[in-house]
Structure formats: C-alpha cells, structure tokens
C-alpha cells in the first residue's frame, strides 16, 4: 500500500475493488474514519485446514497452500490478507538443507497434522558477544550458521577474509576448494533452487489474487532486537539472564542489530506497493519483564527499528504476544498514524483510551472463543470492539493472533459478518 505520490505500477493493474480495500486499511492506519471497519484474513494453518490439507502437506504442497489461500479469500472477502507460504511451506528447503532450529509436521516422527515447534536453544555463548559486535558477518558464517543447519555446517572452516589483503585474497581461494565446503555450498544451491520455487508459486497466486481485488496486509516481516537475541541466538533462559549478567553486552549488541532488522526489512519490502512490515513481539510481555527492565531493555532498541521503518515510509505492523497492558503508555511514544498496533491479549479497550489517538489498533477477538465459542459468543464480542475500540476509525478487526489452527468455520464466519454488517460508519 502506497502512501507515496508516485507510482510504482500502471492504474490499470489495480482495479477499483482494490483501490477501495487498499482505501479503508490506508485510511485506519492514519486514524481516519473510513466507510466501514476493516477485516484482515491472516493464520498459520487455518486456511489450509479449512481447504482440507493437513499442516504437512501445507508445508511441502506449494501449489494446493496457494489454492487453499485464494479459495479463502474468496470466500471470506477480507479487506487484506497474507500470503503465508514463507512462514509455512518451507518443509523440502528445510529437509535439504538439514535446517535444526525447528521440529515440523512429518518430519523426524512428528505427527502429520500438528504445528511446527520452534527449538529454543543457545546457539551463541556469552562469549561471543564480543565477536558479533566486532564482526557480525563473520560471526553468522563460521559460528552461528553452522549450528542451526547440516548444511551450513562446513562454512566454520571459512577463513577471516577481512585480515586478508592484496595476495593473500588470491591465496586464500584455497578454502573454497575444501571438499566439504564445496559440498555445502552444492547443497545450499539446491535449498535456494527449492526456495525460488516456492517463491514464484506464491507470486503467482499473489498476482491472481491481485487481479481479484484483494490488497496484502503485509510484505515483509522482522523482529525486536531482543527478540533477536533472546529467541534466535542466546536463547529465551539465557536472554533473561543476560539481563543481570551481560547487561552492557546485550544492550550494545542490541543497539547494533537495530539498524541491521531494519535494513533487512526496507530490503524486504523494496518497491512493493504493499508497505506494511509485519513486526512480531515476544518477550516484551507483562508477565516476562517488570516495567523497568522493559523500558531500559526492550523499548528503545525497538523503538528505533520502528523510528527506521517510519523514515523509509514503512508501517511498521507490531503483534504483541500476551497481555502488554501496563505498557501502552510507554508505546505510545511514536508518531502519530504511522504504525499499526496488534494485540493477541492486551486489554484492547484500555489501548483506545491511551492508545486511539496514536495508533491504529487491530485484534483481538480471542483465540479460546474462535475455537471453542460460539458464533453468538464471537458476534457479540466483535459488536463490542466495534462499538468502543472502532469509535471513530483507526480499528482493524481480527483474531488475537490472527486466526487460531483450531478455529471454527462458524465462528471466523461470524466475525466477517459481523464487521461487515455491523460495522459500518454513518
């Protein structure tokens, strides 16, 4: 979604359906009253549950993934969605590659029709800190990578290329000639040729869903710079004890990765006309952190990856995981109509009294109610939302996390129908 005055594509590849979808959400997220409440499509394995797929085969099945997508939009009628193959369908590039950071469905004796399970583990020592501040790169390839994938494995044995100059960078093309090194790099060429695959079909069915009116709610995703350090490289035990025992070491370190998440997603989204940056939050959660170290460890490196994002004319898409309701007066320290706020539990009509003037809101009908709640119990909640969290725009209907693995047809029915009908503005 373009806020921009140029134009990256012709008119006519935009017909008035989506010009009036991309309208509503652009006009929210800049606290404006639209015509009626905006509602997003957006799961993991709902859609593809719904089409009948098991999540194995949502995971390995690119073309029936995008089939599921499409058949679900259509049928639901969302202002926006997304294309969930790079979350999901990454099962033959992972077995390729001998990707081990996370358990999936199928695979290794794990049951067909099960979610993935990330594995929390400590993939860089407290040690290394100051290795990742002082070269970064050259702590991914030859420390962390190799612990995360079979495939990656070899690349430890690569050189320091920075301490070499003049002769030396021809001298050491030697290290590229290592039989197990130029086997990894055959077997990265094979996950990447498995990669662009799943790529092309979800661009694909991204064009012909496109073609039908319907705008993404998202093109690029990221993460908190604790996030960063706590789920994916110091893992979650070892994070919160960085807290007392590496104090400055996590603080510089995060300060460091904060303009890299960043860059990775301004490259992500690139020209798409789609700007929205899809930004999950994990650790900053009331029942995890007290209110000083979330101020202190959480909220300023954040903040300038959101700061970063907003500069690049990117809407920066914050999930907040669990309750985060004793932060919303620390979060609202950002411009104003530039981001949007999704609460999974946080108390949603607390967020409007110090949050609606600030930020778009969307959430947060609850994933207990979506799975086993009734179609009257999701009506009348998602009335109440619209009635208080919808008053006068910056409100986008939507499940707690999006909608549950397990959710009822009846029940994600009932909260289309009820924004639809009961949400529209005088």
């Known amino acids: 979604m373009d806020r921009r005055g140029g134009r990256r594509m012709t008119d006519i590849e935009y017909n008035d359906a989506y010009k009036e979808r991309e309208q509503r959400v652009l006009d929210v997220i800049a606290l404006k009253q639209p015509d009626r409440v905006p509602v997003f499509l957006y799961s993991t394995f709902w859609q ?92 991914y390839l030859r420390r962390y990578l190799p612990r995360i994938a079979t495939a990656y494995e070899p690349l430890a044995k690569l050189p320091d290329f920075t301490s070499f100059f003049y002769t030396r960078l021809v001298h050491c093309t030697q290290s590229f000639a290592d039989p197990k090194v130029i086997e990894a790099f055959e077997t990265l060429a094979r996950a990447g040729r498995e990669a662009n695959k799943m790529f092309a079909e979800m661009s694909r069915v991204g064009a012909e869903i496109k073609s039908l009116g319907y705008p993404l709610c998202q093109s690029a995703s990221g993460g908190a710079p604790f996030d960063y350090f706590a789920d994916y490289l110091r893992g979650s035990k070892k994070g919160m004890l960085d807290m007392f025992r590496n104090k400055d070491k996590l603080l510089a370190a995060m300060d460091a990765a904060a303009p890299r998440i960043a860059r990775g ?40 990856v959101i700061m970063l994002l907003i500069e690049a004319d990117i809407i920066p898409n914050l999930l907040w995981e669990g309750d985060c309701t004793s932060r919303l007066e620390v979060i609202k320290d950002i411009p104003v109509g530039k981001c949007i706020y999704f609460f999974e539990r946080t108390d949603l009509f607390k967020a409007k009294e110090i949050l609606g003037e600030t930020v778009c809101l969307r959430g947060n009908v609850p994933a207990s109610m979506m799975t086993t709640g009734s179609p009257d119990d999701v009506t009348e909640y998602c009335r109440k939302l619209i009635d208080v969290v919808g008053k006068g725009g910056g409100f986008i209907m939507d499940s707690g996390v999006g909608i549950p693995d397990e959710a009822k047809t009846e029940n994600v029915k009932a909260m289309f129908d009820t924004t639809k009908q009961y949400g529209i503005y005088g």
């Open 48 to 139: 593809a549950r719904y089409a009948g797929m098991t999540c194995e085969e949502a995971m390995y099945d690119y073309e029936r993934l995008s089939a599921a997508i499409k058949d679900s939009v259509l049928e639901f009628d969302p202002d926006s969605y997304a294309l969930i193959h790079p979350a999901i369908a990454l099962g033959p590039t992972m077995e390729i590659m001998g990707y081990q950071q996370l358990k999936w469905p199928g695979h290794e004796g794990v049951s067909p029709d099960v979610s993935f399970q990330y594995i929390d583990a400590e993939y860089m020592k407290a040690a290394e800190y100051d290795e990742y501040l002082d070269d970064p790169t050259g702590f």
């Open 265 to 304: 997603i301004i490259n992500s989204v690139g020209d798409n006309r789609c700007r929205i940056a899809f930004i999950p939050i994990h650790w900053g959660l009331d029942g995890f952190m007290s209110p000083e170290q979330f101020e202190i460890f959480f909220w300023p490196s954040l903040r300038k």
